[in-house]
C-alpha cells in the first residue's frame, strides 16, 4: 500500500494535533496527582477547580467584548455599521385621502457616518 507524501502528513497531524491542544490540561492533572498521590479526590477537585477557573476566565473575558461591542449579541448584526444609531426613514411625506394612502420616498439617503 503506497502512502502519498500529503496522505502521510495527515495522518500524522491527525495524531498530534489533539495533543497539543489539550496539553495545560494534562500538566495541570499532573501536578495534581503529583500534589495529592494517595488521595485521588483532592486530585480530581484540583484539576476542576483549575478547568472551572479558565472557563471563568475564557467567560468573563467574552462578556468584556460583548460589553464593547453590542453589536454581536444579535445574529447577522456584526457587519452593521448602523447598529444602535439612530436611522433615517425613507419616505418624506404619507398623504392619506380616503382609503388611500400617497407614500413619498427620498431620492437619497444619508449613509451611516462611522465613529
Known sequence: MAWSLK???????????????????????GDCIAKYKPDWNKAASCQSNYIAAQVKREREEL?????????????????????????????????EIGDKVTVGYKNFLEPCKEE
Not at 12 to 25: D, Y
Not at 65 to 90: D, I, M, T, V
Request: with cysteine.
Open 7 to 29: 496522505t502521510k502528513f495527515l495522518f500524522m497531524a491527525f495524531l498530534f494535533v489533539p495533543t497539543s491542544v489539550i496539553t495545560g490540561v494534562n500538566e495541570v492533572t
Open 63 to 95: 462578556r468584556d467584548f460583548l460589553r464593547k461591542n453590542p453589536r454581536y449579541r444579535f445574529p447577522g448584526q456584526s457587519w452593521n455599521k448602523c447598529f444602535g444609531k439612530p436611522r433615517e426613514f425613507a419616505f418624506e411625506y404619507l398623504e
